[in-house]
């Protein structure tokens, strides 16, 4: 999916990206490093979107039911 | 290519129950259609003649000593192969599950064959439904063009007549993007209304199962034999289903349809579909539909957190087996489920909220504006030529074609509402596309309704791709 920014000028060097899945257990090679890093960048910039809005009081529900609220 | 398969769900349902069809010359027509396309089509990952065959016999008999089931019975479906079929292969288009024998249906699997259905065979998806990689199958609108995701096989299938109906699946648009590109009818139904037991999980806050075909009708007749309440899942709703074609011919005057332009109808819609659209709002007015402008400016966070949502979720559900089998995964997949284990908690949560947000926002629309139903393109594009995915837009629009075709759909699985795609048009290019009905929580009826009003008038949903007129 076609994500197409990073947050900041900061760069994520790939071998702490390798470094870190591999400690995670994860089997990756330093070429898959290079992609996963670029992605992780886009990826970590995601939730700059949501700072348009004031989220801080609202409680997330990961599981949830609509039971019959057609106007919740 | 026989009639029989020109036949609409409905209209074969309505000549099984005056006695001018059986099933088994319903599966045949479709074998035949198999036969015919599947070469170039390549929709199915099994098909399942001998059991169709078996099943259909069973279903005659049963009609002919007057124990017909109901409207479905004795209809040829096919099922999108990361949905559970008991003994019969399961793969979810993945070399990960190769051989996958499942010891029991899924409760939408176990629905249709109560309601009576026959299930012609397993339809390919990407793998996992993750939409990242692409199985061979093509779409017989252009060989050339992407046929649209997950549910790959399964629009292949019903738009190729190979099938009368097919089961999908869509966690960001899955259902409903293959549905446009296809010139099919594609139902992502309120989150809840139909069970997730037995389906291969992508995302379960998000995950979805619903019913495509060629009709209005025949989509409301498939989502009534796949819905209830199913205590196994604990997403499920308890909520009584409805009859959906009650109101099929009720129109739409005095109903109030919300149209939303700052997103939907950005600068990336292609002018074809935004003229097509908008000639679809304007005939909905000229019934007697008022047009209510909104706005809803939490549309724009709802790419970011649906698609956090999905890495997290989908890589919790593979974190064991990608450890044992990351081998076996599709280099895109794999790479997308080692980048979801590597999101933070916060920002998961933090997509959460804004998930949150949307979801109140939709619904308080839907409140104060006293709305039956919310209207807007299902994607701002038809499809793209398959090697130009990922590339930057070839009208020079600075998004990748996959990014366009989720654009305007991600937003109905935050929250929950039904989304229908109901076919609208087909460009200059040979391409279809569609218009996308979003309704209040369990209010499918009401969609059909609008969507049947429309469908009555024009004849998109007969059109057929050059492909299959050849064959």
Known sequence: ?72 | MTELTDLSLSEASDMIGAGEVSSLELVEANLRAVDKTEPIVQAYANILADEARAAAKRADAEIAAGDRRGPLHGLPIGIKDNIYTKGIVTESGSEVMAGFLPDHDATCVSNLKRAGAVIIGKLRCHEFALGSNEPPTRSPWNLDCYPGGSSIGSGAAVTSRSSFGALGTDTGGSIRVPSSINNLVGMKASFGRVSIYGVVPVAWTLDHVGPMTRKVQDNALLLAGMAGHDPKDPTSAKQPVPDFCGELEAGVAGLRIGVERDYFFYDGLQDEIRASVEAVITEYQQHGAEIIEISLPELEITQDALFTIVLAECSTYHRKLIRQHSEKYDPASRVMLQLGELIPATHYLAAQQARSLYRAAINRAFSEQRLDAMLWPTMPIATAPLDQLYDFRADGYPESPVSSMCHHTFNANLAGLPALSVPCGITGEGLPFGFQLTGRAFDEATVYRIAYAYEREHDWHLRKAGLIEDV
Do not use: C, H, W
Request: glycine fraction near 6%; proline fraction near 6%.
């Open chain 1, 1 to 72: 999916m076609g994500y197409g920014r990073a947050s900041s000028d900061e760069v994520l060097e790939p071998g702490i990206v390798l470094a870190l899945a591999n400690k995670m257990g994860l089997s990756i090679s330093p070429e898959d490093a290079e992609t996963l890093t670029a992605l992780l960048m886009n990826q970590l910039a995601a939730v700059d979107s949501f700072d348009a809005f004031d989220l801080q009081d609202i409680v997330p529900a990961p599981v949830f039911r609509l039971e019959g609220k057609r106007d919740d």
